[in-house]
């Protein structure tokens, strides 16, 4: 899976290997719609929009969103999700970087937070999670 930061551009493979199962476990809960606590973060919570193809969430810091981050499992669920992640991204900063090929989880930052420091292995663990939510 690739993992690409739409801010900067930056990606990088993701490899199933970097996310342990009892993690994947977890995550399956925060992929569901709704407003979710995130407990081990400490503050943070992630709000979940019910989407028809794809899925996005965005991660909040004092109800402030920082991050949205977007999973397509295939193209289909890109043609969803991309549109979705570069107007969000937009309304910050231009995108400047092209949609990789599917598999893919991709981040749109939206304000400084030092949950940068965990943010990017958040959304690997929630994207296998929806990659093997089957």
């Given at each position: 899976m690739i993992h690409l930061t739409l801010l900067t551009g930056d990606s990088r493979e993701s490899p199933r290997a970097e996310v342990a199962d009892h993690?994947?476990?977890y995550m399956r809960g925060l992929l569901l719609p709704g407003e979710h606590d995130?407990?081990?973060m400490?503050?943070?919570r992630l709000v979940v929009p019910t989407?028809?193809?794809?899925?996005l969430g965005t991660v909040q810091q004092d109800r402030v969103?920082?991050?949205?981050i977007g999973v397509a499992a295939n193209e289909a669920e890109a043609d969803a999700i991309w549109p979705a992640l570069v107007k969000v991204q937009q309304a910050v900063a231009q995108v400047t970087c092209q949609r990789p090929p599917s598999p893919?989880?991709?981040a749109a930052l939206l304000a400084s937070s030092p949950a940068?420091?965990?943010l990017?292995?958040?959304?690997?663990?929630?994207?296998?999670a929806w990659m093997e939510r089957i």
């Open positions: 993690v994947i476990d995130l407990p081990v400490g503050g943070y989407c028809p193809c794809g899925w969103p920082i991050a949205t893919w989880v991709c940068f420091d965990w990017g292995d958040f959304g690997r663990c929630i994207a296998w």
